[in-house]
């Protein structure tokens, strides 16, 4: 608070001095009584300060030297027709100059496009690292996990007085989960409940999982008002910082919850952002803290705000030959896409379990849906690395994948969100989650990004991963590679089979003698169907880890497969 009040007091006598005629002459040579100058003075300061403190409280806008730059012009035009003689017209010099410094800053993004590419500039890669096939990846969509918390709100005391807030995906004692905080719904129900009872946390890779609420008060929430205002409260601690994205709620291993919200610098004028640190402040307590990306503490996992890597995409995207090839020639020009589910990016975590927001980038051409490349941006640090794919390949983006799944499900209008492209036994893939009309989780698809006719589908990441790993020997689309897997081969005898019909083809699970279990699809190896106890097999697979071994080729004895 004290800052804001400094701050607009230094705004309010500067505009003192450019409105009251500091000569006391005044047009038309009359002249100010050395009373009416003290008067008009105090009240120009004071009405000045007043406004200045009103508007940014209420706004909750920074107060960065820059924006006084927008109210300039009209505070010396109001001197001007203020003041008279000599002091007039360098009053008019000062107006001419503060026109040239708006027009500078109205037209900065024309200016800086080279400044704002440099700033979001990406370490090129071809393609991401294997996914490790033992992980389960964290699939659960948002929507499906905000509607089992929205039914699971009778946890809640109270609950008349409160709903769900936004969701965040992070990870809290090794497993990553979305947590949502409980927020006022509305002014009168703040002013009775006074603080939220706490937050509601579910597994994100888990679908059956079921939401949590953890009794935890909080203070300083965004739905709260006047000094207990997140937002507000932020910014009266500081006035001066430039913010970008919306606050998110973070909760350590300990259950404790606290806001952040990313802070940084403009590229130039108050155009741009450059993400360089957070605010953390606990949200029962209000204790605030301004910390750099560098000693950001482990706990947070999305330090930087997907606004601003959404943001920073943008800029990689667009400005890669500068502002005017972004309109008119679009050389190189690619567009991030706005399939993600937080500001048009996807938080996902690596094996390590970092967490990184995910986009991919398409033409600008309509009705292309070829993937130009994708980029993965680390989330507490903001560094970025730009994937290319293959580029002997066309990988399909993320809007033609969801295509697939919508042709795929038309006749249940069944639809794919939140699609994710990983690196799969080798192959470039997109992972969706598919709900129903009605918001429920009905299946998990995998599809090629560069054969989109291998696709699968399964009730959970796990099962639709042990189809896909039979279906990329199919026919001519073979794909060889199962990420860090290498290939066996194995002969023996099959002590028990289990057979799952799944869509058009069978799923044949079968255990050796020697323990080892493998898994197969008619859709690859057609005559696996005819697979019994008691045959004697000879199986090259991939040696993943797994329980489940996937199988590449098999060869019953005494059945002759087709082919050999």
Do not use: C
């Amino acid at each position: 608070m004290t800052q804001l009040l400094i701050t607009t007091l230094i705004f309010s006598i500067i505009t003192t001095i450019l409105i009251v005629p500091i000569t006391r002459r005044l047009p038309k040579e009359a002249t100010l009584s050395f009373k009416q100058f003290l008067q008009s003075l105090l009240f120009v300061f004071i009405g000045s300060w007043i406004i200045y403190f009103l508007f940014v409280y209420l706004t909750k806008i920074d107060v960065h030297w820059t924006i006084f730059i927008y109210a300039l012009p009209v505070i010396l035009l109001m001197g001007i027709l203020a003041s008279g003689g000599a002091e007039r017209n360098i009053k008019g010099i000062l107006f001419l100059a503060s026109l040239i410094g708006l027009i500078y800053m109205l037209t900065a993004p024309i200016f800086n496009a080279d400044e704002k590419y440099e700033s979001a500039k990406m370490e090129q890669k071809v393609e991401i690292e294997p996914f490790d096939e033992t992980k389960t990846p964290a699939s659960v969509p948002p929507h499906f996990a905000e509607n089992k918390m929205k039914k699971a709100f009778g946890q809640v005391p109270n609950t008349s007085y409160y709903e769900l807030g936004n969701l965040q995906i992070q990870k809290v004692n090794g497993e990553f989960v979305y947590i949502a905080p409980v927020e006022f719904s509305g002014f009168f129900k703040w002013l009775n409940g006074d603080t939220t009872p706490g937050y509601f946390k579910m597994s994100a890779t888990d679908s059956n999982d079921n939401p949590v609420f953890v009794a935890k008060e909080m203070v300083y929430v965004p739905s709260a008002f006047f000094n207990k205002n997140l937002e507000r409260h932020i910014r009266l601690q500081y006035p001066t910082l430039i913010f970008y994205g919306e606050p998110q709620l973070e909760v350590d291993d300990d259950g404790t919850p606290y806001y952040i919200r990313s802070y940084g610098e403009f590229i130039s004028a108050r155009n741009g952002f450059d993400v360089k640190g957070i605010v953390m402040v606990d949200a029962y307590s209000g204790e605030t803290k301004k910390i750099p990306l560098e000693e950001v503490p482990k706990f947070i996992d999305g330090a930087v705000s997907p606004e601003a890597v959404s943001l920073q995409n943008s800029y990689f995207g667009k400005y890669v030959h500068g502002f005017w090839n972004s309109l008119f020639g679009k050389k190189d020009v690619k567009l991030p896409s706005d399939e993600g589910t937080e500001a048009n990016v996807s938080p996902v975590f690596n094996q390590d379990g970092e967490m990184y927001y995910f986009t991919d980038f398409t033409s600008p051409k309509e009705g292309v849906d070829s993937m130009l490349g994708y980029s993965l941006t680390h989330a507490r640090t903001g560094e970025a690395v730009y994937y290319t794919g293959n580029l002997e390949e066309s990988y399909m983006d993320s809007q033609g994948a969801l295509a697939i799944i919508e042709k795929k499900f038309i006749e249940k209008e069944w639809q794919g969100v939140m699609p994710i492209l990983y690196n799969f036994y080798g192959e470039a893939s997109w992972l969706a989650p598919v709900l129903d009309s009605n918001g429920f989780l009905q299946n998990y698809f995998i599809v090629s990004a560069a054969n989109p006719e291998i696709s699968v589908y399964g009730s959970t990441p796990s099962e639709a991963l042990r189809q896909y790993k039979t279906a990329l020997t199919r026919g001519a689309s073979t794909v060889e590679g199962s990420s860090n897997a290498e290939q066996k081969t194995i002969k023996g005898n099959v002590l028990r089979v289990y057979k799952e019909r799944v869509g058009d083809y069978t799923i044949v699970s079968f255990l050796l003698h020697n323990g080892q279990n493998f898994v197969v699809s008619s859709q690859n190896e057609p005559l696996s169907i005819y697979l019994k106890e008691g045959d004697e097999v000879v199986i090259r697979y991939f040696e993943t880890g797994e329980m489940f071994l996937p199988v590449k080729e098999l060869k019953i004895e005494g059945v002759v497969n087709i082919g050999q």
